[in-house]
């Protein structure tokens, strides 16, 4: 190869490897915003239970007096 073919091979290798970077930065992005909201979605439905229990735990104390 020839100089000037070794430098646009470097560029183009430059290139590719800068895309790789970004895509994998937004996938990273994406899959942690996609956690959160499970995680979001998991508290809420164990406080809804919670709250649930409680008040069934209530409910049945009151029901005995």
């Known amino acids: 190869m020839t100089e000037i073919e ?3 091979y470097a ?3 430059a290139l ?6 970004e ?11 996609e956690m959160l ?3 979001r979605r998991i508290s809420d439905t164990t406080f ?3 709250r649930i ?3 069934g735990e209530r ?3 009151l029901a005995c007096h």
Do not use: C, I
């Not at 590719?16 to 970077?21: A, D, E, I, S």
């Not at 937004?26 to 915003?33: D, F, G, I, L």
């Open 53 to 55: 229990e409680s008040l």
């Open 48 to 50: 809804a239970r919670q």
């Open 23 to 33: 895509v994998r930065f937004t996938v990273q992005r994406k899959a942690n915003s």
């Open 6 to 8: 070794l430098d646009r």
């Open 37 to 39: 909201g499970l995680y």
């Open 11 to 13: 560029v183009a290798l």
């Open 16 to 21: 590719l490897k800068r895309r790789v970077h």
């Open 59 to 61: 409910g049945s104390g």
